[in-house]
């Protein structure tokens, strides 16, 4: 931990200091009637006795988010979409930034943040899920109480990406993720570079065994004259694996003089770029050697050493073939995992890292390789937690089903949206250019409006992602498959489809079919599932359940058991088709979703592996069983209690050899591990198992391994009716 300086937290140790701002803010919402003006809010002299403390990170909609139909309606939707106002009072010394530039960085605030710094505005950002910074010297008073207001909304927009009420998730406001001040040099590593850390690490993986690392650097300041920068790439021993220094020499100046100022306030920019190399490396492996490098990138400024940045970066390859799949360093991985939202159900998209570890931890254990998350880009943190894990990552831009907020013909995209588009996908690849973990890097979900225009825009996204990032693939979620969305420029595909579920897609029985379709005649790009499964409500349980009238996709009747064998299903036919790229269940936790009420659940998606208070699915442990190599046995439908005591079908998800049923101590048989064509099966079925009626029934299942040690899981049922 840090030590405290002017009631703030400070964080490391280099010639950059970091300070937390992150405790005591007074927040206040501003409702429509006017009752408080936004203009007022952000005098220093406003009075905010009356306001709520808050501890960021912060949402506004932790709890209306998830109230269903019964919450607040505006705009059709039922939880509070507007204004905000957050304040702090913050005192810095003059001896702390006395020589230096102070930055104001947002982790992010969703969805337009307007920043205040004792009066004066500073800025305003538009996009509601990267990082963004302003510099605030020049309005800073030093031993002085200076005020920071921040006025925030997550009103709808029908030109900043998700636009209007688009994407099936709950918008959540706020200062959601962590703020701090960033004291630097006046000569620095770029930091008004869309939010970026100003270094971008390239390794490449050469024949002789060795590793290409290539670095650029990017630095901005009052001066351009005596700097240096130092590279030290280093092993996850702390050892020096290569290193550099680059002189001035080798810099490319580029002068900005803002007009109306005089010319000693002149800005510049450079640029460096470096190739370095790193003998025998180890490679950055998935989930089986997650090995992390580190790059310490000192400048110096005349010999001195003014400001540092560290990163972590991996060296890996891998390809993906259009009828093989995916490979990672040239060998074959199965990329299996789920889809994520950023949603707790403790406070909502104001996740702590605790919570974010608890999650992705969560998936390891259900033997995920690999993890989308849908349908923004997240928080800096979890694609810490992907590198370090090993797991490999789809993250996207927030383009959800529309661009236009029309529904005619014409479908004309509002004054703004495009340059909104371009800077958040700028955003999302620079602030996370240097993460192993990320493989593709989407453009869109469910896009299902085209237009020349649309098509258009769609292109030069792509191109804008193949200028920032050339080292990675691009790709999207199609929802449409036909017409002009099968030309959507990707170098590869992730299908969205929910065989077995909505109606208009087909009896899951169908689902290899369908896919077999495309990869042979109207898809020549490696395809993958990038959503696909059903509903599950741990509280709804029946025997010998019918798809066309039993089940409720937008209603009420979403039973867990349903939702378990319908994955058993998909799975049968998604593992003996190798040119499925990824397969990634929609979804891992159920989340936040304002338009939703059915299953057990109001204002949530209960598609999830686990409930949003993570509690385990069946659906979870039978992938498990597949997935984790671990010993494991799981009786299904243990809160289907009291329930008929003629169990027409019991069920039991094992990775063992053989497994024992056993009904009140007696065996009801041992059922052996099988291998089919889909590999070894690990649902184990005892047909019409009778309870006691009327009576607690203990059911045992014991599992025996390879290695002769044993597992066992048991539950107790009531049973119903009776025994005649």
């Not at 709520?52 to 705009?75: F, I, R």
């Not at 979890?382 to 797991?391: A, M, N, Q, T, V």
């Not at 979900?445 to 792509?462: F, G, S, W």
Request: with cysteine; net charge negative.
């Amino acid at each position: 931990m840090g030590r405290l300086i002017s009631g703030m937290r400070l964080v490391g140790k280099s010639m950059r200091v970091y300070k937390d701002l992150n405790e005591d803010w007074a927040f206040i919402k501003l409702p429509q009637n006017g009752e408080v003006r936004p203009e007022e809010c952000v005098k220093p002299e406003v009075c905010t006795k009356r306001w709520q403390t808050v501890t960021l990170p912060h949402t506004y909609n932790a709890e209306d988010g998830v109230s269903g139909w019964t919450g607040v309606c505006e705009g059709g939707e039922h939880y509070y979409r507007g204004m905000v106002c957050y304040r702090k009072e913050l005192r810095v010394s003059e001896e702390e930034i006395a020589g230096r530039q102070v930055y104001l960085e947002f982790g992010a605030a969703n969805t337009v943040a307007e920043v205040y710094v004792n009066g004066s505005p500073v800025g305003r950002h538009e996009g509601g899920y990267s990082a963004f910074r302003f510099d605030i010297t020049a309005l800073l008073v030093p031993e002085e109480l200076n005020s920071i207001a921040v006025l925030v909304s997550n009103a709808p927009t029908d030109y900043i990406a998700p636009i209007t009420d688009q994407g099936d998730f709950t918008k959540m406001g706020g200062l959601y993720r962590k703020v701090r001040l960033i004291l630097v040099h006046p000569m620095h590593i770029a930091l008004e570079d869309y939010g970026s850390s100003g270094v971008y690490i390239t390794p490449q993986i050469t024949k002789e065994n060795a590793a290409k690392v290539d670095v650029l650097v990017k630095l901005e300041g009052k001066t351009a004259d005596n700097n240096s920068v130092r590279i030290v790439l280093r092993d996850a021993l702390g050892k020096s694996a290569a290193e550099e220094v680059i002189t001035k020499e080798r810099l490319t100046e580029i002068v900005r003089v803002p007009q109306q100022e005089p010319a000693e306030n002149a800005f510049y920019r450079s640029e460096l770029r470096e190739t370095l190399t790193i003998d025998q490396p180890v490679l950055w492996n998935g989930v089986w050697n997650p090995y992390l490098y580190t790059a310490v990138i000192t400048l110096l400024w005349n010999d001195e050493e003014v400001d540092e940045v560290v990163q972590s970066f991996g060296i890996r390859s891998y390809r993906i073939d259009s009828e093989q799949g995916f490979f990672l360093n040239d060998s074959y991985l199965e990329v299996r995992g789920a889809n994520y939202h950023q949603d707790s159900y403790e406070n909502g998209w104001a996740m702590t890292n605790e919570q974010r570890e608890r999650d992705f931890g969560m998936m390891r254990e259900m033997g995920c390789t690999g993890v989308r998350m849908a349908h923004y880009q997240h928080a800096p943190e979890e694609y810490d937690i992907c590198d370090r894990l090993g797991l490999l990552v789809w993250t996207e831009l927030g383009i959800v089903n529309k661009m236009s907020p029309d529904n005619v013909k014409d479908l004309k995209i509002a004054e703004g949206f495009v340059e909104n588009a371009k800077q958040q996908l700028r955003e999302l690849i620079r602030q996370n250019y240097n993460h192993p973990s990320i493989v593709v890097w989407g453009i869109s979900n469910e896009l299902h409006q085209m237009t020349d225009e649309i098509y258009e825009i769609y292109m030069e996204l792509h191109r804008i992602a193949e200028q920032e990032d050339a080292s990675r693939l691009k790709t999207f979620a199609d929802a449409q498959f036909w017409g002009r969305f099968l030309t959507l420029p990707g170098d590869v595909v992730g299908y969205n489809r929910y065989f077995g579920w909505y109606q208009d897609a087909g009896p899951v029985e169908k689902f290899g079919e369908w896919l077999d379709e495309y990869h042979e005649k109207k898809e020549q790009r490696p395809i993958c599932v990038s959503e696909y499964g059903g509903g599950g409500a741990i509280s709804q349980h029946k025997d010998r359940i019918d798809w066309k009238t039993e089940i409720d996709p937008w209603g009420e009747r979403h039973y867990e058991n349903y939702q378990s064998a319908l994955h058993e299903k998909i799975w049968a036919q998604f593992s003996v088709r190798p040119y499925l790229w990824a397969k990634f269940v929609w979804c891992m936790f159920d989340f936040a979703s304002d338009g939703r009420q059915e299953g057990d659940t109001r204002g949530q998606n209960d598609k999830g592996l686990v409930t949003r208070k993570r509690v385990r699915k069946d659906a979870f442990y039978f992938y498990k069983s597949l997935w984790n190599p671990e010993p494991m046995v799981h009786i299904t439908e243990k809160r289907f209690s009291p329930r008929p005591a003629q169990v027409p079908e019991l069920k039991v998800y094992s990775n063992a050899e053989s497994v024992e049923l056993r009904v009140n101590g007696v065996s009801k048989g041992i059922h052996w591990r099988k291998e089919s064509e889909q590999g070894f099966e690990t649902v184990f079925v005892w047909k019409s198992v009778e309870l006691m009626a009327q009576s607690v029934n203990e059911i045992e299942a014991v599992a025996v391994f390879a290695d002769g040690h044993k597992e066992t899981d048991s539950v107790f049922w009531i049973g119903e009716g009776n025994n005649s």
